[in-house]
């Protein structure tokens, strides 16, 4: 079986998270990513919140799979000239520079447009045009630019970024679609575009229920959200709103057995309308199934905080995975609070591919987050992240034709900085 991206080849250009994070994807589908790094130092993410000295850090042994390293001084004379043979051997050239940085090594779109008139240029930013457009910027400023800080966390609290990273690998994924929507109008027009993503702009379109309710708050107040039954006024903004389920049925997060102890012990549950009875029976409530007070979603309401406290007192007397086999079978919506312990260790993850373990010449065997996307007809492997330079020579031979002669000669200039000591050594 093929993989569904095999014959694209990628110049990747990316860095930290957001970049790399789509060029990844592409890699987990076939394609032949091909990531410029600059010599001796690379992506920063190879020397950053190290767990082993002098080894390439899981930030970026986690975003690196599946792709081909070479290093390139893009400043250099000989380095660009590389460059410019690789943007002509390529069919999407992908970067998260900061604003300007790609224009001052003289790659603009315009020359690359030119160069291959069926190159797909795709880049990541911190904001689109205006304001803050020459920004750098990082995960946690595009949640709160986004929408998201300020409608997570508690009414009564700060506003609070998510420990999901949506600006970065969220945009990623954004640009990840936005280069395949492209290539595939390439297949009928024959030509390369710009794809631009903002993370401001994939943040907002992650949060876009709360654009939703921003609106609906023009009309009323929001009934789904707790305050609204705690008879707290709305102000002119969307609120934070805890851990509310978004969906118009009253959820919480609650206490199980065990908490006192783990800081995991905890269940998601909705109150969801069509469960009601079968949830009554279960917390050992019946009469609230007709009790007009409780009967109904409207009569619920004002009560959310008491009924909540009474399942909370049955939800502590199981563990999280007791309540869910009993609820399950009712089909009340639910769902354990899962640390990252269990997320590693859990078995089903691991079977289908998105826990994956990866052998690293330098690093040995470590987890990673496989390709969470699954084709039936195209499979899709984990292989480990390049280390630094370690396919200079294959790339100017195989990909770009040089000869040994011009290799050397390219090395002994200095456009391609030194092969990794351990690579040397081996
Ligand atoms: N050879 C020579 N120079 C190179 C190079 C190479 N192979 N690769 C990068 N550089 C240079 C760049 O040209 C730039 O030089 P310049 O400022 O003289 O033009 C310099 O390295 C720094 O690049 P920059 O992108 O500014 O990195 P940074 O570490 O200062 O900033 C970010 C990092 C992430 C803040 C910034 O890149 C950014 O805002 N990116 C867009 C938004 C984004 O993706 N953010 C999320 C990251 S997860």
Redesign the pocket.
Do not use: W
């Given at each position: 079986m093929a993989k569904a991206l095999e014959g694209v080849r990628i110049l990747d250009?990316?860095?930290?998270?957001?970049?790399?994070t789509c060029t990844q994807l592409l890699a987990w589908f076939g394609a032949d990513v091909i990531k410029?790094?600059?010599?001796g130092a690379g992506d920063?993410t190879r020397q950053q919140l190290l767990d082993i000295p002098d080894v390439d850090g899981l930030y970026f042994t986690m975003l690196n799979h599946n792709k081909r390293s070479m290093?390139?001084?893009?400043?250099?004379p000989k380095?660009k000239e590389v460059l410019w043979r690789l943007i002509k051997e390529c069919d999407v050239l992908v970067e998260?520079?900061?604003?300007?940085?790609?224009a001052?090594?003289g790659l603009t779109w315009e020359k690359i447009h030119e160069a291959n008139p069926r190159m797909i240029l795709a880049s990541?930013?911190?904001f689109g045009p205006g304001r803050y457009e020459d920004?750098?910027?990082?995960?946690n400023v595009?949640q709160c630019a986004g929408g998201s800080a300020s409608t997570t966390g508690f009414r009564d609290g700060i506003p609070m970024v998510t420990g999901a990273q949506i600006?970065?690998s969220g945009?990623g994924l954004h640009l990840a679609l936005g280069i395949v929507t492209a290539l595939y109008h390439r297949t009928h027009s024959g030509l390369g575009q710009k794809v631009d993503c903002a993370?401001q702009d994939s943040v907002l379109n992650l949060c876009r229920v709360k654009l939703r309710d921003q609106q609906r708050l023009a009309h009323g107040p929001l009934h789904e959200y707790s305050q609204f039954g705690e008879g707290i006024p709305f102000g002119d903004a969307v609120p934070r709103a805890g851990n509310d389920s978004g969906g118009g049925q009253p959820g919480r997060i609650l206490k199980c057995k065990g908490h006192e102890h783990d800081p995991n012990a905890y269940i998601y549950f909705i109150t969801q309308a069509a469960v009601w009875g079968p949830i009554c029976d279960i917390i050992g409530e019946p009469g609230w199934k007709t009790d007009p007070g409780y009967a109904t979603p409207k009569a619920r309401l004002p009560h959310l905080n008491e009924i909540f406290t009474r399942i909370e007192a049955w939800t502590m007397t199981k563990t999280k995975f007791e309540a869910m086999d009993i609820l399950n079978e009712f089909d009340i919506p639910c769902g354990p609070i899962l640390s990252m312990k269990e997320i590693a260790e859990d078995e089903a993850l691991r079977a289908t591919g998105t826990i994956v373990e990866v052998d690293h010449p330098t690093r040995g065997k470590y987890l990673s987050v496989g390709n969470p996307i699954k084709l039936s007809a195209s499979p899709s492997d984990v292989t480990r992240s390049p280390l630094l330079g370690e396919h200079n020579d294959e790339i100017l031979r195989d990909v770009l034709g040089y000869s040994q002669d011009e290799i050397a000669e390219i090395a002994d200039s200095g456009a391609i900085g030194a092969v990794p000591t351990k690579m040397a050594a081996e």
């Open positions: 250009f990316t860095h930290v998270q957001s970049g790399p410029v790094e600059r010599p920063a290093t390139i001084d893009s400043k250099h380095g998260n520079f900061a604003p300007g940085a790609l001052r090594m990541v930013k911190g920004c750098k910027v990082y995960e595009a600006g970065d945009t993370m």
